[in-house]
């Protein structure tokens, strides 16, 4: 099978549309995990992915009277662009099937791909939905169906980029890490690998919880799963396809699982490095690299990743900065409980001693105990339960949050609420200049007298920090609290007659 494969790869016909892309040194990234690392740049083909390649290599191959009778595809993401830029160099005309949930921007980019030769039909929810109204339009209208993973060329257009990494970098490799959805990227790499270089180790990674292909080769034969999860779009198969399938089992030596916050903090190491920001799917490889040198201690190995896609949606980028430090091990969160009596916050505080604070939020709840929802800067793996250990023991009950999807997708934006016991309460908002201490040197400010009802603070890493307090200030040291304001030197705003803190929080 291979030999066939190798055959096809070596006539397969992508470079009227695609380009050979960058073979380039991660520098940040190799120092960091001691071992030489490539990033295969997929993500600066034309339509910011590999998919390209495989579309237009399929379409190249077709006959003159399939073209005339036109293509149909069922995407709704990058295999879409590569069709659409594939029918419009082939001046052939394409049928695009996209569920009615596809974002306008991507439809406006496959419109915009292939001009007057492509026609977008939006049906159902779901790809399934798309996937299956495509098969009936090609039965209907004889046109010639353009798969997204699972056929011959199109798996040989994807392995083009095995063929030009091999003659971009001559000297040993260890192993090439790529992602996996239907599987056809890495059936077409692995092929000419195996057939060239078998020493390499060809090794796919995919999410926890879109993890077909590395269920079907455990099994044997192909798995269905009933969900995938949605955040790697581009790899979120439920079932891979006949042909990859079939090849995986041949030419992949491995295949790890890395989950969200991991994919994260790999766009990060990526942008670091490049300055370029990939979609999660065309980082999933790079978090799989990570996780292989940290499970086998590798050093002055060279590995090659596949950076396949960068097709980002903008929204998502608070997220994948959010999550980022903690998938680098980089930040511990923990739920504190701590007595309601006068100094006890103050006490806490001076545990945290000079680790940098990301995130604190606090609200009074009731006569007996406050509690805590705080996030701390750590250097490595293992330190969130270390820190835990030191709030126990000095007497705070503490869980550790860190790997809680609850509490980093929900919980840390939603801490607080109204209150009874707050009582001569007034809310201000507070800007500092962002330095280590500096959140100390505020608390520090601050009258023994004046108890703290409401806090929150976020360090983004910008330069400025920014806090929102509620202090419960007796009438009585309405002098002493405006000095106080005066003597902090920070921009400050009272908010206490904000009308959204006076229906959700007062």
């Known amino acids: 099978m291979q030999n066939d494969y190798l055959r096809k790869i070596l006539n397969a016909k992508v470079y009227d549309v695609a380009r050979e892309t960058e073979l380039e040194h991660a520098q940040h990234l190799s120092t960091r995990l001691n071992n030489n690392i490539l990033l295969k740049r997929e993500d600066n083909q034309p339509v910011f992915s590999f998919k390209l390649r495989g579309a237009y290599n399929k379409m190249a191959h077709l006959s003159k009277d399939q073209l005339a009778k036109g293509v149909i595809a069922a995407s709704a993401g990058n295999h879409a662009q590569g069709v659409a830029m594939g029918a419009a160099k082939l001046e052939c005309l394409a049928t695009i099937v996209m569920p009615t949930t596809t974002p306008q921007v991507k439809i406006d980019a496959v419109k915009d791909r292939g001009g007057k030769w492509v026609k977008v039909v939006l049906f159902g929810e779901s790809y399934n939905d798309a996937y299956d109204h495509a098969l009936q339009l090609e039965e209907k209208h004889k046109l010639t169906f353009v798969h997204p993973f ?46 060239i270089r078998p020493e390499i180790k060809v090794i796919g990674v995919q999410t926890v919880d879109s993890d077909a292909m590395k269920r079907s080769i455990e099994a044997g034969k192909r798995v269905t799963l009933k969900d995938v999860g949605l955040f790697s779009d581009g790899t979120a198969v439920k079932l891979v396809g006949k042909e990859t399938f079939k090849i995986c089992q041949e030419v992949v030596d491995e295949i790890i699982t890395v989950d969200t916050d991991a994919i994260c903090a790999a766009i990060n190491d990526v942008f670091t490095d490049t300055r370029s920001i990939l979609e999660p799917a065309g980082a999933l490889s790079i978090a799989g690299l990570k996780a292989y040198v940290a499970k086998n201690k590798c050093t002055g190995k060279t590995f090659i990743s596949i950076a396949c896609g960068a097709n980002m949606n903008f929204s998502r980028l608070r997220f994948v900065a959010e999550r980022a430090d903690v998938g680098e091990s980089k930040e511990a969160v923990f739920a504190i409980t701590i007595p309601e009596e006068r100094g006890s916050f103050k006490r806490f505080c001076s545990l945290i001693g000079t680790r940098n604070v990301t995130e604190f939020n606090y609200r009074i709840s009731d006569a007996k105990h406050a509690y805590i929802f705080i996030g701390i800067s750590t250097q490595k793996q293992g330190d969130s339960a270390h820190i835990a250990k030191e709030f126990i023991k000095s007497g705070f009950d503490t869980i550790d949050l860190t790997t809680d999807e609850l509490a980093k997708s929900h919980l840390r934006h939603m801490v607080g609420g109204r209150s009874t016991l707050a009582d001569d309460e007034l809310l201000y908002r507070f800007e500092f200049p962002e330095r280590p201490g500096a959140l100390m040197n505020f608390l520090n400010a601050m009258s023994p007298h004046w108890n703290i009802s409401l806090f929150h603070y976020r360090n983004h890493g910008a330069d400025y920090g920014k806090i929102l307090v509620g202090l419960q200030v007796p009438k009585k040291n309405n002098k002493e609290f405006k000095d106080f304001l005066k003597g902090t030197g920070y921009r400050y705003w009272d908010e206490s007659e904000h009308p959204a803190y006076q229906l959700f929080l007062k």
């Open 150 to 195: 699972d056929d011959p060329d199109v798996i040989a257009g994807q392995g083009t980029i095995a063929m030009e990494i091999l003659r971009q970098y001559q000297g040993p490799i260890e192993a090439i890490f790529v992602a996996i959805g239907g599987g056809g990227l890495i059936a077409g790499i692995g092929s000419y690998i195996k057939a």
